[in-house]
């Protein structure tokens, strides 16, 4: 347990913070994957989320452990934009050009370092790609036909390589379940010198910001696992990001989280294993997942077998002539001035199956 906690912490919160009990949630898994497979030569757990971080009421914000790296523009007026391994300061200011490679660089030592024992680790490596400021070294900078989004997505994707790579070198990507995830689909709504910088959802509508929309909730969900979890596979199960707990213990072999920490209040997890959906093709039991925006649920959805129904509980202001959001107070899709469906006398949201082609249905 010396990699999950420092003696020097470099925040301190109450047990009751909101930001303290996310980030419990998140070292959860970690504590859960180190104790379940001690003295043995268990799964290695590697998490690769591209745009997770946890959030304070008007910027972003992190905490330090005597593995993590402090690395937040937003907090320029706090810290004085400092580069920091614990207490270690690296960079001052921080350099952002090649922020992303010096990242994975520290997390391929991490790997070559934990290859030469027998203990399982942990990895949690969180790309400062794609979320904004778009920055990109200067090797990588106008490769991309896209413009400076493009140019980050070729630039997280080289760091993904390598860190798959370093598994392979040391003999570890058959003992290795990774994940590759983002917090929210496309922010729409971000802006740098004119340029729309937030990335594209396509024909869904909706950005970050609205949390009821397909736009805001579509992410990337791709799991591996050489030699258990079939390669090539695509599934169109709607599943949750809380499923990543329950899915782990179950494929790394562990007991229910009740056995492994019995000192918890005893109560159900929300989500359900994905194992057997990927590994045999098992349908998932009948569910609801409930979609939130701040503390509002602006729609849920109904997952029986094959079929799939959602329900959108908010509207959002989208830009004149468009389902995507706009720039501006009435054209922003965002948690607050929504059109709330459910106040409505004669409440009618709009409902209706998820069609196998998107081209079929009206996305909200």
């Known amino acids: 347990m010396q990699e999950m906690g420092s003696p020097h912490p470099f925040f301190t919160l109450p047990p009751d913070n909101t930001v303290y009990q996310m980030l419990v949630t998140i070292m959860l898994v970690t504590g859960v994957t180190l104790w379940g497979c001690k003295g043995q030569r268990g799964v290695v757990f590697v998490l690769l989320p591209f745009a997770l971080f946890i959030y304070g009421s008007r910027f972003h914000t992190t905490a330090s452990t005597d593995r993590w790296w402090l690395a937040s523009p937003w907090m320029m007026r706090i810290m004085n934009s400092i580069l920091m391994d614990d207490e270690r300061v690296l960079e001052q200011p921080m350099v952002l050009a090649g922020l992303s490679q010096r990242l994975v660089d520290h997390s391929v030592k991490f790997i070559a370092h ?3 024992d027998d203990r399982p680790f942990f990895l949690y490596h969180s790309f400062t790609h794609v979320h904004i400021p778009m920055f990109t070294a200067a090797n990588m900078s106008g490769r991309s036909k896209h413009g400076r989004y493009g140019d980050n997505v070729e630039e997280m994707d080289d760091g993904v390589g390598r860190i798959l790579n370093a598994l392979t070198e040391h003999g570890l990507d058959q003992h290795t379940l990774i994940y590759f995830t983002s917090d929210h689909g496309g922010h729409l709504e971000a802006r740098e010198n004119g340029e729309r910088v937030g990335g594209y959802n396509g024909r869904f509508k909706g950005g970050k910001c609205a949390g009821g929309t397909e736009g805001g909730i579509r992410v990337p969900g791709i799991y591996r696992w050489s030699g258990h979890i079939p390669a090539g596979v695509t599934d169109d199960t709607p599943i949750s990001m809380l499923d990543l707990l329950p899915t782990t213990l179950h494929l790394t072999g ?22 057997d959906l990927m590994t045999s093709r098992k349908q998932l039991p009948p569910r609801v997942l409930l979609h939130h925006c701040k503390g509002e649920i602006h729609a849920l959805r109904i997952v029986q077998g094959n079929a799939t129904y959602k329900m959108q509980l908010a509207g959002y202001k989208f830009k004149p002539g468009s389902t995507q959001c706009g720039w501006g107070l009435k054209t922003c899709c965002s948690c607050y001035d929504v059109i709330n469906y459910s106040h409505e006398p004669t409440f009618q949201p709009p409902a209706g199956p998820l069609r196998r082609s998107p081209d079929s249905y009206q996305h909200y």
Request: charged content about 10%; proline content about 16%; aromatic content about 0%.
């Open 114 to 116: 934990h290859a030469q």
């Open 254 to 275: 562990l007991p229910p989280l009740s056995q492994l920490m019995p000192h918890l209040p005893q109560r159900e997890l929300d989500g359900v294993s994905i194992g």
